[in-house]
Each structure stands twice: as structure tokens, then as C-alpha cells.
């Protein structure tokens, strides 16, 4: 049985677990497994990420280059980019990104690709986890026939799981270790095998019957957020339509012990998951004639902010008796949340792009994102000073880091749009 040969190999710290993909999700993962013991080996198509892991230093936030230093130096921890050594893990973990395409559809190329490499060295005694969140139905209805197309047989030569990521960027409550695990095998025996694996580094994990049910209760957090942020965002222009306060009505709400969770409205949404791992779920409801309907309304309600903040923009601008084309507007914060680099899908890039199309000169504050290049976007990051924010026709607020000087703002700025309190209007109410 080689559930029960892996399940030695794991308690006896003898098993090498090998994570393809060091990104947000992977480098910390590879990290908790090396620091626990395990000989971890970290597969990267990117060389310069493999070599300054191999250099002990982090690119990754929550991870301090230190701690990377102490486990590459003790040989713990190594990263390459060749994937023969895939043959030398008893345990591969695959964090590679899913995007969407154009189109909205899964784009799981990455994960094919990863599980390419897999394929071509596939040997008895393996366990092979995705970790990259997908539709339901990845890990048997797409892995598993590539892996059986070697002529080895699932439970009798490997194990195949599927275990969604729920790491939280600049979270430092809550990391690997402290975050419960859910994990479903494709077998049994793939189940216990992951979920023994991962009870090696994370306090508390969940089995669940199938990987099916694991991939799709990832699609279900994330949806779960993707709503209620749209419902938040809906109630903010709601309330800026009643001349009501929405924060003071959001936490009144709040107030009540049970049956309402608070959720904030904001720029819209960003990052590599709310926007996109609905889309995932969406698409293969579609294949199965069933309209995601709920997916669709967040989608457009979160996708319609950043156009709602410009308009906030323009109004201010015209209060001042100005036009945007050749107004100055100064972002703060152009990362998607707050305390983070990361750029992906931030309403920031939207923002930016609707001022550029009025003809507004758009200049941006990051503490976190010295550079900018997106698309057609080029910028970088002006330092956030009294002269700066004179400057500027209108500041727009739009990311709410912990490093940004709020008062030189109101101090010194003509005019501000915070897209982190929905204001009511002044004048009567309607
Ligand atoms: N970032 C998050 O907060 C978060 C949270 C939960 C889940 N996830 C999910 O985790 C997965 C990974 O996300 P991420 O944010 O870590 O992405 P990322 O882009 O930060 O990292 C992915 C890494 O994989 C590498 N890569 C790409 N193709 C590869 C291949 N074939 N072989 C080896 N390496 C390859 C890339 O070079 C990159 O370094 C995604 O499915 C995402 O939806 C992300």
C-alpha cells in the first residue's frame, strides 16, 4: 500500500516534498514544510526567482529573506528550475497561477503544464496535490487521465488530492500553519496521505470526500466574498443616493451578535482570486446549462466601482470649476489591498485608465509599488510630500496602507476623493 509507505515517510520526516510554483502561495508553503523538517525542493520556470531563493532571498512579503537564508544554507530548502529532480519528491505540490482568459473561461495552461512535467517522471510511491484553485472536476476528470496515460494506477502507484490555498497576503494573524486546511483526495487513500502531509505543518485539517468537494468549497469562499463585497458596494451607492452615511449604516448593522457579517464597500476588487476564481465555477456551470447567477450580478456591481470613483472624481474636479483633461490627479495606494505589492487585477489600473481616457495627467503614491507597468500603463511612484499633494487638482484614496500619511493629505491636499468612506452629499436629503 503506498498510502501507508508515505505515511511513514511523512511521520518519519523522511519524505521530500516537492512544491512546483514559488509564488504567494508556493514560496510559503515550501518554507513551512522545510522549517518543519521535510527536504523541500521549490520548482520554478522563472530562473531568477530559483536563484535568489538559492541566494537566500525572499520576494515575497510575509516571508523574511533571513528565514530563507537558514533553510537554503542548511540545504532544507533549494529551488531549480530543473524538473528532473521532480522524480526525487515523494510528495509534489502544484501552486501555478489559473487566470482567466479574455473570454472569462479557466485558463488552466499552467497547471497542464506543471502537470506535463509531472507526467514524464512519474514513478511508484508518489503523491501529487493541486493547490491552484480551479473548477470542479480538475484534479479527476484532467489529472488523473494524464497520469493514468503512463500506465500507472491510481492508490497502487500514486495519490492524487486536491487542497485549495487560503494564504491572506500581509495577514500576519494568519499564516500556513494557523490556517485551516481542507483537503480531498480523488481515492481514500489520497486523502489520508495529503491530509497526513498537512497535518505536519498546519494545526487543523478538514477531510472532506472527494476532491471535487474541496475544489468546489474554495469556489465557494471566494464567491461567498465576491457577493457580499458586490452587496456592500451596491448598498454604498444606495446610501450615497439616500444622503445617508453607508459606514455608519454598515456599523450599526454590525452591531447585531449573530446572522450579519460586516462587509465594506470599496474601489472595487482586485487581486488573483475574488475577480477571477467565481469565473472558474461560472464556466463550468455553463457546461452544465446551469447560469451562475449571483457570480454574474458581484462580477458587474464590484467591476462597476472604479467608474463610480472616477465619476467621484469628475464631480469634485467640476465643484472646483474644472474639466479632468489636463486636471492633476494623484492615486494613493495603487496595490489591490492594503499592506501588499501586489498589483494583480487592482481597481487601481481601472481608475488610472478611465482618467487617462478624460485627458486627466494621472500620477500615483505607493510606499509598496515603486513601479507600475501594465498594459499601456507606465508610472512610477511620486514621494508623498506637502508640494506633491498642492499640486494635485484631486488626490483619489484608493488603497488603505498602513504606511500612508493620512493627515499630510487632508492637511494639504485641494481636494479628496476616499474611496474608502462613501461620504453622503452635502444638501438636503432627498
Ligand atoms: N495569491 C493569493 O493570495 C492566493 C490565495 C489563495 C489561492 N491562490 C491560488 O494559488 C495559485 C497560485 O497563485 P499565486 O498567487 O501563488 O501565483 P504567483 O503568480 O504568485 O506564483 C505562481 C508561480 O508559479 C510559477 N510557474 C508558472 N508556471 C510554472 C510551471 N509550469 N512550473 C513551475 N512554476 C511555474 C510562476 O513563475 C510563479 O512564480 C492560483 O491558483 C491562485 O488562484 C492564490
Same mark, same amino acid.
Given at each position: 500500500m503506498i498510502k501507508d509507505e508515505l505515511i511513514q515517510l511523512i511521520t518519519e520526516r523522511r519524505a521530500r516534498v516537492g512544491v512546483v510554483g514559488l509564488g504567494y502561495v508556493g514560496l510559503p508553503l515550501a518554507v513551512e514544510f522545510a522549517g518543519s523538517g521535510f527536504a523541500a525542493i521549490g520548482f520554478e520556470v522563472d530562473q531568477s526567482k530559483a536563484d535568489r531563493i538559492n541566494a537566500g532571498e525572499s520576494y515575497i512579503g510575509d516571508i523574511e529573506s533571513p528565514t530563507v537564508k537558514k533553510l537554503t544554507e542548511s540545504k532544507q530548502l533549494q529551488a531549480t528550475t530543473d524538473f528532473n529532480h521532480l522524480r526525487d519528491c515523494d510528495a509534489i505540490v502544484i501552486c501555478v497561477p489559473t487566470p482567466l482568459r479574455k %473570454?472569462?473561461? /479557466?485558463?488552466?495552461s499552467y497547471i497542464m503544464a506543471a502537470a506535463e512535467e509531472i507526467k514524464q517522471r512519474l514513478r511508484r510511491g508518489q503523491l501529487i496535490i493541486l493547490e491552484s484553485t480551479?473548477? /470542479?472536476? %480538475? %484534479?479527476?476528470?484532467?489529472l488523473l487521465p494524464m497520469f493514468e496515460e503512463t500506465g500507472s494506477k491510481l492508490d497502487e502507484d500514486f495519490l492524487l488530492a486536491f487542497s485549495p490555498e487560503r494564504v491572506d497576503p500581509g495577514n500576519p494573524q494568519f499564516q500556513t500553519h494557523n490556517i485551516p486546511k481542507v483537503v480531498g483526495g480523488v481515492t481514500p487513500d489520497s486523502t489520508a496521505a495529503a491530509a497526513h502531509l498537512y497535518s505536519q505543518i498546519v494545526n487543523d485539517v478538514h477531510a472532506v470526500s472527494s476532491a471535487r468537494v474541496a475544489e468546489a468549497a474554495k469556489l465557494l469562499e471566494n464567491t461567498f466574498r465576491a457577493v457580499n463585497i458586490g452587496m456592500a458596494n451596491e448598498m454604498a451607492r444606495l446610501c450615497y443616493a439616500l444622503n445617508i452615511d453607508t459606514w455608519e449604516v454598515i456599523r450599526a448593522a454590525a %452591531?447585531? /451578535?449573530?446572522g450579519f457579517m460586516p462587509f465594506y464597500p470599496g474601489p472595487g476588487i482586485g487581486g488573483h482570486c475574488i475577480p477571477l476564481d467565481p469565473h472558474y465555477l461560472a464556466w463550468k456551470m455553463r457546461t452544465l446549462n446551469y447560469k451562475t447567477r449571483f457570480i454574474e450580478l458581484a462580477g458587474e456591481l464590484n467591476a462597476e466601482m472604479p467608474e463610480f470613483w472616477v465619476g467621484k472624481v469628475v464631480d469634485t474636479l467640476n465643484d472646483q470649476g474644472k474639466a479632468v483633461r489636463r486636471s492633476r490627479v494623484l492615486l494613493v495606494g495603487v496595490a489591490y489591498k492594503k499592506n501588499i505589492d501586489d498589483i494583480r487585477e487592482s481597481p487601481a489600473l481601472d481608475v488610472i485608465r478611465l482618467l487617462h481616457l478624460r485627458g486627466a495627467e494621472v500620477s500615483y503614491h505607493d510606499p509598496h509599488v515603486p513601479v507600475l507597468k501594465e498594459d499601456n500603463i507606465g508610472l512610477s511612484s511620486v514621494p508623498l510630500t506637502a508640494e506633491m499633494l498642492r499640486q494635485a487638482d484631486c488626490v483619489i484614496i484608493v488603497t488603505d496602507h498602513a504606511a500612508i500619511d493620512y493627515k499630510l493629505i487632508s492637511r494639504n491636499a485641494r481636494a479628496v476623493v476616499d474611496t474608502r468612506h462613501v461620504l453622503p452629499r452635502a444638501g438636503p436629503r432627498p
Open positions: %473570454t472569462k473561461e /479557466p485558463d488552466i480551479t473548477y /470542479p472536476g %480538475t %484534479t479527476d476528470e484532467v %452591531t447585531k /451578535p449573530f
